[in-house]
Every structure is written in structure tokens, then in C-alpha cells.
């Protein structure tokens, strides 16, 4: 059984950085998809950025040049450099890694981006 664990988020100042880590353990192939979804209050579940197959990655317009992901296959984790963070930024932000047509998700974990 697939389990994730997030960590890394927080408070941060508008224009500021975080990186958010993702911890799988159990059955886990690199071929597989894995990456990280948000929602924001009142919103709908959305694609942030996602790895597929070898390092295909694919990320939602909002925050292409601002985040980039990482995929460590010996470590099965996988991580999100966020920078030039936006007040719109702010959400609870979900791991999720997919094996055929099954969806696993972590906990999530908050990201706050304030003055």
C-alpha cells in the first residue's frame, strides 16, 4: 500500500520561497506519475505540477518560471521549489502519485502566502 507524507509548508512573505517535500512509501514504480495538486478555499482540487514517465514534467500556466519539480527515484520523493510566491499561492497543497487507474494522496500541507 502506497502511502505520502508531505511537509515544508508554512508562512511566507509575498515575493518569498518555500520547498515542499513528499515522502512515499510501499510499492512505488519511477514510471509512474507523481507530483503535487492544491486547493484553495471555496476552489477546486487543481494541478500544480506533475511528473510522468523519466522527467516529462508538466505544470499548470499559473506557475511555470516560478516552480519546478523534482523527482528523487532512489529516495522516492519528490519535491517542489516554489519561489516568487503570490498571495493567489496560497493553499493546501496535495502530494499524489498514481499507479494505473488508482489515485493515492498525502494529507496535504498549508501554504500561506501573506504580508
Known amino acids: 500500500q502506497v502511502q505520502l507524507v508531505e511537509s515544508g509548508g508554512g508562512l511566507v512573505q509575498p515575493g518569498g520561497s518555500l520547498r515542499l517535500s513528499c515522502a512515499a512509501s510501499?510499492?512505488?514504480?519511477?514510471?509512474?506519475?507523481m507530483g503535487w495538486y492544491r486547493q484553495a478555499p471555496g476552489k477546486r482540487r487543481e494541478l500544480v505540477a506533475v511528473?510522468?514517465?523519466?522527467?516529462?514534467?508538466n505544470y499548470a500556466d499559473s506557475v511555470k518560471g516560478r516552480f519546478t519539480i523534482s523527482r528523487d527515484n532512489a529516495e522516492n520523493t519528490v519535491l517542489l521549489q516554489m519561489s516568487s510566491l503570490k498571495p493567489e499561492d496560497t493553499a493546501v497543497y496535495y502530494c499524489?502519485?498514481?499507479?494505473?487507474?488508482?489515485?493515492?494522496w498525502g494529507q496535504g500541507t498549508q501554504v500561506t502566502v501573506s504580508s
Open positions: 510501499g510499492s512505488i514504480s519511477s514510471s509512474n506519475p
Open positions: 511528473m510522468t514517465s523519466g522527467t516529462s514534467t
Open positions: 499524489y502519485y498514481r499507479h494505473g487507474i488508482v489515485s493515492v
